[in-house]
């Protein structure tokens, strides 16, 4: 009797044994690269975790889910699926490069870089054979549907799923930015990336969108083929060494379909100098470059060429295990027949180096033994010994006047008009001199001399910008129109916008509708910088002053602006309302936007200053007129409108530095749109994943953001939709462009899947207003239409690949 307990205590010390470390697991102290491996399927889709690592106590000590033998992972696409059902498109893609070593009816290992492998069982539809050679994402078969079969044997239970498994170890390792995390204590497997921790069987979504990987590659050398591949979130860069001012031809071949490659050339400290789709051409000096190969669309793989150059270290080009075997002749650096001792003179294709004239390849002066003219000590009669001067067109040479002496334009003998300072026989093409003809002042119109600006007694159509019948619309001239004083707005045509009568592009800061600044009437004024650079942002106020000291109840501000010179974005309101107002925004859209502000539990606006601020990203070079219209209300029931605003800001022209003349020192754009029937957010994460940047798209998806060059991911959000991200790579004084996506309505809750709570939350809150979130289409009330959209997208999950 006393050992009726004995089997239980094996048991127990069986288990407290199991939670010790062993050698295999934890000899595993190095782990992959972060950015190497994606998870196991389609990248862009969302798939749940079933099942992680063991200690033991759910499975035999052997099997491989035990966290002693490198563990495993069960994943599948619809937590919903079962037996039978229609797994055709549940896509499982290689988690990274490599080769195919393990091939059967169902499951795959693949060898990758270092030493790793990857295993994929419960496999139909297999893609790939033994020795195959496959890319990042590559599909390679779908989830079974073990209809009738157990489809693997070892395969524990008969639910359609992914068992995966990484050799040496699982564990620790990070697959598409989810880390890996056991604890062998409690048996617990979880996913980690960012601020969310994701546990097995909790049937949340996890997401496939890797961080950008940039694979370095063997440095390239000339007339070699190397094969690479690429993904949406792959590249690839090649060093290149160049040992002279060199030309030189770099190709990308897709040899996968759809794949579009384009080739970055870029210097020593990865800053882009020049691109082109497939292939670029470039003279560079000596020194050391990058050829960065990215992906315009589509994955796959490709071989690159390089032609001319010098190219990378010629002693191990086969260390490339890109690099076909069978073609290893094909290192120029092994000059077969030994042609005139130098390598890079290849005899039979002398015109390959596009620096040497087919017809003079004697122009080599290392090479002085059949041709001695060409010896640039020997200068007798040939001015071409310098070895730059094509032998045939000795006169282009300027420091040589032989036969040629009108070529040196420091020579005015029979030609003196092209001195451009000596204005003997054209006086009129020096501006400076307006002895006699004053009226080249372009500034001057010529039948009336008179309208000297310096002269202003009288000459009020001096202002450019006053049409020469109405004279008397000039503010400065307030004798004969009384009426024009603008703080009578009754009978003040000069409150059109349009008519800037005040000059305003001599002070670009200064509004121009604004002289009731000087007074103590209520009105509306713009701050503004006044310039911005085509590409940069500037911040623009709204205030409102001379605020009565009953305050104000509400205002509303419509606002017109050039959409072609200038983009409206980021619009936020002070607190001039009160905390909390209840605010509408309206646009911006189409060269107009609507703020409106009103104060919530009896708050109003009772003193003067800012109301809300926005930002304004120069588009391109001009003068863009921001113009106001502001309405407010003292809680009578009415709109009292105020004095129409204007400020007019100088794109282009002004800001230091300038992105139009320096491009590599101006500021990257990123622009794009995102459609829903709700406001998108769109916000720009940094290689750390910390947040970069933030704006609102306009009404109708379009958006522009600015950020310091760099690698980022950008998302794009919307209540009550799944959410969309991808890579965005911004480079100095480029535009770059995001296609245009529909974010999927209908993720209620925000758990980043569309399902029956999203549907009950409409159900509970039907004919309401509340929560917002519910009121999918945006027409201010939960109904049936809501639950349409919900409809159309039911079961969709996680984010969408944003290209």
Known sequence: MKYKNLPRIISLLALLLSFLPTSNADAQSEVPPAD?????????????????????????????????????????????????????????????????????????????????????????????????????????????????????????????????????????VTFSGWLVNYSSTTNITTFSKNDQTIQTWSFQPILNVPDLQIALRDPIIPDTVYTGSLDAYRYERWPLTLTGNQEFTVTATATTSGLIPIVVLLDASGNEITRGTGSLTSTQPAGEYFVQIQPDSGQGFYDILLQGGTGGPTPTPTTDPSVPTSTPTTDPSVPTPTPTTDPSLPTPTPT??????????????????????????????????????????????????????????????????????????????????????????????????????????????????????????????????????????????????????????????????????????????????????????????????????????????????????????????????????????????????????????GQRATTSGAVFSFNVTGLQAGQASITCVTRVSTGAGALIELDTVTAVITVGGTPAPSPTTDPGTASPILSGQVLATKPVTISLYDAGNALTTSVIANTDGTFGLTAPVGIYTVVATASGFLSAQGPAILTAGTTTTKGTISLLAGDIDGNNVIDQYDAMTIGMNYNTVSPDAADLNADGIINVLDLEDLAANYRASGALYWD
């Open 36 to 172: 190497m491996f994606q998870l196991p399927w389609q990248q862009g889709e969302a798939w749940v975790a079933l099942d992680g690592l063991d200690n033991g106590t759910k499975r035999p000590l052997n099997d491989s889910h035990n966290y002693a033998n490198g563990g495993a992972l069960d994943f599948t696409a619809d937590q919903y699926v079962s037996v039978g059902d229609d797994t055709s498109n549940f896509w499982v893609t290689a988690t990274a490069a490599g080769t195919v070593i393990v091939a059967s009816s169902c499951h795959l290992n693949i060898l990758h870089e270092n030493g790793w492998i990857s295993e994929y069982r419960n496999l139909g539809n297999i893609q790939v054979s033994l020795g195959d050679a496959v890319y990042r994402n590559q599909r390679l078969g779908i989830v079974h549907n073990n209809d009738g079969v157990q489809v693997c044997p070892g395969n524990k239970f008969p639910y359609p799923h992914l068992h995966f498994s990484l050799r040496p170890t699982v564990e620790n």
């Open 352 to 601: 390959t180096d596009p620096s040497v004239p087919t017809s003079t390849p004697t122009t080599d002066p290392s090479i002085p033994t059949s041709t001695p003219t060409t010896d640039p000590s020997v200068p007798t009669p040939t001015p071409t010994t310098d070895p730059s001067i094509p032998t045939s067109t000795p006169t282009t040479d300027p420091s040589v006047p032989t036969s040629t002496p009108t070529t040196d334009p420091s020579v005015p003998t029979s030609t003196p008009t092209t001195d451009p300072s000596i204005p003997t026989s054209t006086p009129t093409t020096d501006p400076s001199i307006p002895t006699s003809t004053p009226t080249t002042d372009p500034s001057v119109p010529t039948p009336t001399p008179t309208t000297d600006p310096s002269i202003p007694t009288s000459t009020p159509t001096t202002d450019p910008s006053v049409p020469t019948s109405t004279p008397t619309t000039d503010p400065s001239v307030p004798t004969p129109t009384p009426t024009t004083d603008p703080s009578t707005p009754t009978s003040t045509p000069t409150t059109d916008p349009s008519i800037p009568t005040s000059t305003p592009t001599t002070n670009p800061s200064i509004p121009t509708a604004t002289p009731t600044t000087d007074s103590d009437e209520p009105s509306t004024t713009i701050d503004t910088p006044g310039s911005v650079g085509v590409g940069e942002t500037i911040l623009v106020t709204i205030n409102l002053n001379n605020v009565p000291p009953s305050g104000y109840t509400s205002a509303e501000f419509t606002c017109t602006y050039p959409p072609a010179l200038v983009a409206i974005s980021n619009i936020l309101v002070t607190d001039l309302f009160g905390t909390d107002p209840a605010v509408a925004v309206l646009g911006p859209q189409s060269g107009n936007f609507i703020v409106a502000i009103a104060g919530s539990n």
